[in-house]
């Protein structure tokens, strides 16, 4: 077997192993990206560009016009309010990535008086691209793991960060 053979047949397996292990299918752009995307889509509206940024467990099977409606729904009813968010660094852990993120927002039933929340994302690859997959808050114990420079909580209770 000729040299120019041999290095074709490497080229192939790097390719094959990295469509198994996941790293040559994922498009350019990093966990961070889409969490960042997703947040920016959901607080202005935009809850089309939202979908494709979802994996299909979030999704829950339903098709892109039923969930857009659903998101518009559930928006104007709770009236939801996106004030800023801060992405951190994610951390890719094999075939899933862990992305911590500051919120800052208010709705009528759950979060009414407008505290800052620190929460977790979680992504898998799904169709050659990050999708969002989980979200869900982190406890205070936590917080200093994801974001160091977090200060206590203060005297008013909310969460305060030194931005």
Known sequence: M??????????IALFVLGLTTGALALEPGSPDD?????????????FAAA???????MKQGKDREVW???QQAMTAVAD???FEFEVQPGKIEGDK?????FLSSQDRFVNTLGLDEYELYTLVGEDGRWKADRQTLIE?????KWFPKAR???????DAASH
């Open 2 to 11: 000729g040299r120019a053979t041999r290095f074709g047949w490497n080229v």
């Open 51 to 57: 979908y494709d940024l979802i994996s299909k467990a």
């Open 80 to 82: 939801v309010k996106i």
């Open 152 to 158: 206590k909580r203060d005297a008013g209770g909310t």
């Open 97 to 101: 990535a862990l992305v911590p993120n």
């Open 68 to 70: 857009v409606k659903e």
């Open 140 to 144: 205070p114990a936590e917080v200093p």
């Open 34 to 46: 889409t969490v960042r995307s997703y947040l920016q889509a959901l607080k202005d509206g935009k």
